[in-house]
């Protein structure tokens, strides 16, 4: 599967909610992809600023570094080098970008980007792409608009939705102008003021999964946070992340675009089932 968590409105919990999905997915292939235009690496900037090795592995990796490469129709050789292992996961990480200027050298690299993620995903790799705010002038919509599914992080609060009322308009269009593959749905971050179904009404699209609003537990993904084990067990936040999974297939299966004909999501794997995503699995 291969889906891409992003916003109408300015942190609502994009970059948390999609390293939170990556790290409870049952597959056992799982590639996590900083695309946010804005640049950074909020998983060795946040999840890993504890783990110095982790940063010295990262090294110069980045999403950067895939310019040329698309330029010259070599990204699939390209890719795996500038992956990096989450330690003790079954996660890679194509770190984001590292300064906001570089976000217009990528415009001609998201489609064939794009293309590769899909072509992974359809490989039995799970691919989860952080995509940031809608709207950037440079941002990947050449590369969300290939993904099963566009999942629209947001809380349910009037400024929110109002946000989410102009953004998905456009958004809209842009698909069915390309005929992309993509479904749409939202991950709503708590339940109030307004409910899953008050907010469906409202900006007429439906919920695939509700998120506790918890901010001590998802400081496990934003900050690298420990929670003690009964924390952990007894964490619904932890729980909704894991339960998220099965919501999300049978949400694209129902779903999809009216011109969009054959299926395109097969389950995620789970672990045992395929090799794990090793850099040289990565452009297999």
Known sequence: MFFALTSASGAPGVSTTALGLALSSPSDRVLFVEADPVGSSPVHAGYLHSA???????GDRSLINLVDPARRGQ???????????????????I?????????DAMTSTWAPLGAHLSG????????IVDAGRLGHRSG???????????????RPTLTALSALHGSLEVLRARLEATKAPAAIGLILIGNTPYTAAEVTKTVNLDV?????????????????????????TRSTYLRSLRNSWPRLGSY???HRPEWVNAPRYTPALTAGSASSLTPGGIHA
Do not use: M, Y
Request: proline share 7%; glycine share 6%; aromatic share 6%.
């Open 52 to 58: 110095r090795e982790a940063f010295d592995r990262r």
């Open 75 to 93: 990204i699939s050789s390209a890719f795996a080098e500038q992956a990096v292992p989450l330690p003790g996961s079954d996660v890679w990480v």
């Open 95 to 103: 770190p984001g970008l590292k300064r906001t200027i570089q976000a």
């Open 120 to 127: 992974l995903s359809r490989r039995g790799a799970t691919v």
């Open 140 to 154: 990947p919509d050449d590369l969300i608009r290939q993904a099963d599914l566009i999942a629209i992080v947001t």
């Open 208 to 232: 695939i999964t509700t998120i506790p609003d918890s901010p001590l537990h998802a400081k496990v993904f934003s900050e690298g946070a420990e929670l003690t084990a009964f924390r952990r």
């Open 252 to 254: 694209i299966d129902g």
